[in-house]
């Protein structure tokens, strides 16, 4: 049966942030987070540039390349990947014979890419989007991998060595691969990206199974109620209904802010604001990426030092209170310096906030349901934002950029309000809410 999460003494005595990132498996989530990002941008924005040069029309294009999408919709299957086992892979136990699984199919997946090319454009199409699938289902096995491998305090420093591996992986798959490009043809460059899965493949198989016991399911009635209905009934018979629709409610409002100012309005702000898109690229695309890592370690420090719950409450009113930083920029327009500091501030708390964000959800999922859980709150957790992103625009135009980054500091307030209700009745239920 489920068990509660366990009490933790509050005068426990906390890890050293030196001996968070110096255990192993810190430096296996950076591999594993290179594998993460290296085939996400093969199946989108890398791609776009292959079928362009090869003469497929743009609607069709930005058909193809949004098989990305799939990343959006991987909660749907992460259930299999708690309660069934992969005939072939059992040895390797739960977690690395999905992640080994995965990995292989990415690696399988580019190589066809590189052999049909866009000559061949349904067949090409399917792997294109065998890629994606298994990318996604990838993420969901080193999400539950790193909730399972680690105590919760440790999380902040292996969501920053992961941060620091997917980045690489990024810039790997983007800039190098299109650099790549001026110089070979692009079946070599799939070719080359494919071979980058191998040292990831090296490491899960190197990598400790962690150790957790799950039922097995028996009959197929069995098996639905296990992985599909329980992780949802889990959530609420653990925390009861009041707490748990409280929690859900906060999960839903904090990273609004922060992710209402990542969709189509900032481009638009920007070149208003009388930036150059060089400009725009090299500060806040090769730059801020950078300050951003940097945040992450920091904040991967502070899970370390101070816990999940308290990073997690400093941050929400740092990264949110950044976007004010925008209307200074208002007031400087066409300042190279000013932009750079308001990006080194947005970014910075930014990537700050990441570490204590992911051990906060993390301490909520049962260990039994781990990949399905996580998958749905960390779904949670952009929802509105991406929601509220779709209208940004049109609220910009309406109140303008002043008021528009004015409105999403203002929703810091039910945050903060929601995250007193709910750590007061965490910490009378004897959690450990540091």
């Known amino acids: 049966m489920p068990t509660e999460p366990a009490v933790v003494d ?15 498996a810190a430096w296996t989530m950076a591999v594993f987070g290179f594998s993460s990002g290296l085939p996400f941008l093969l199946v989108a924005g890398t791609l776009s540039y292959w079928l362009k040069e090869h003469g497929v029309v743009l609607s069709e294009i930005t058909m193809i390349a949004s098989a990305g999408m799939t990343y959006a919709l991987k909660f749907l299957w992460a259930p299999l990947l708690d309660h069934w086992r992969l005939p072939g892979f059992v040895r390797l136990g739960q977690r690395r014979g999905w992640l080994l699984f995965a990995q292989m199919a990415v690696m399988l997946g580019l190589l066809t890419m590189a ?35 680690a105590p919760i305090e440790a999380q902040g420093a292996l969501v920053a060595t992961y941060s620091l591996g997917y980045r690489i992986g990024l810039l790997t798959a983007g800039a190098l691969a299109l650099i790549a490009a001026d110089h070979m043809h692009w079946p070599v460059i799939y070719v080359g990206m494919a071979a980058c899965m191998l040292p990831p ?76 898109k060089t400009q725009i690229g090299a500060i806040t695309k090769i730059y801020g990426i950078w300050i951003g890592i940097v945040g992450v370690f920091i904040g991967g420090a502070m899970v370390a030092r101070w816990g999940a719950w308290r990073s997690l409450a400093v941050m929400i009113v740092l990264c949110g209170a950044s976007n004010l930083l925008y209307l200074l920029l208002m007031q400087h327009q066409g300042s190279v310096l000013m932009l750079t500091l308001v990006i080194s501030g947005e970014n910075l708390t930014l990537g700050m906030l990441g570490p204590p964000t992911v051990a906060f959800l993390s301490s909520l999922v049962n260990r039994e349901h ?11 957790v952009n929802l509105p934002g991406k929601v509220l992103g779709f209208f940004a625009g049109g609220i910009a135009m309406a109140v303008g ?4 980054f004015v409105i999403t500091v203002l929703g810091i307030a039910p945050a903060v309000l929601l995250f007193v209700l709910v750590r007061a009745r965490f910490r009378a239920r004897g959690f450990d809410v540091r």
């Not at 049909?116 to 399917?126: C, E, N």
């Not at 950029?401 to 528009?404: A, D, E, Q, R, S």
């Open 401 to 404: 950029y002043g008021g528009f």
């Open 370 to 380: 781990t990949a399905t859980q996580y998958a749905l709150l960390s779904s949670l």
């Open 201 to 276: 493949i090296a490491m899960t198989l190197a990598a400790r199974e962690p150790e957790v016991l799950r039922r097995a399911p028996g009959r197929w009635r069995d098996a639905m109620r296990l992985g599909v209905i329980d992780p949802f009934v889990d959530f609420f018979r653990r925390y009861g209904v009041v707490l748990a629709l409280l929690t859900l409610a906060f999960i839903l409002l904090f990273k609004m802010p922060e992710q209402a100012t990542i969709g189509g309005v900032m481009g638009p702000f920007y070149r208003d604001m009388g930036f150059t």
């Open 10 to 24: 509050a005068a426990a005595a906390r890890p050293s942030i030196w001996r968070a990132f110096a255990q192993p």
């Open 115 to 149: 052999w049909l090319t866009p000559v061949h454009l349904v067949p090409f199409i399917a792997a294109t989007l065998v890629v994606a699938f298994f990318g996604a289902t990838q993420d969901i096995a080193i999400d539950a991998y790193r909730i399972e491998i």
